[in-house]
């Protein structure tokens, strides 16, 4: 293996790994915010019965 296609290898490689894990990491912080925003939406909800 030459090192032009060691160097590529690794390039698209790690790279894809790296995009790969901040989109996972950031799905998952989305979806960690928007639950916090709908449980403090529902917590600040009058449910008073009359």
Same mark, same amino acid.
Do not use: C, E, P, V
């Given at each position: 293996? &030459?090192?032009?296609?060691?160097? $590529? ?5 790690? /790279?894809? %790994?790296?995009? +790969?894990?901040?989109?996972? &990491?950031?799905?998952?912080?989305? $979806? ?5 925003? /709908?449980? %403090?939406?529902? +917590?600040?909800?009058?449910? &008073?019965?009359?």
């Amino acid at each position: 293996m &030459t090192l032009s296609t060691l160097y $590529a290898f690794l390039g698209h490689d790690l /790279l894809g %790994n790296t995009l +790969a894990a901040a989109l996972i &990491t950031g799905a998952g912080y989305t $979806a960690k915010k928007i639950r916090a925003t /709908l449980r %403090n939406r529902n +917590a600040d909800t009058d449910h &008073t019965t009359s």
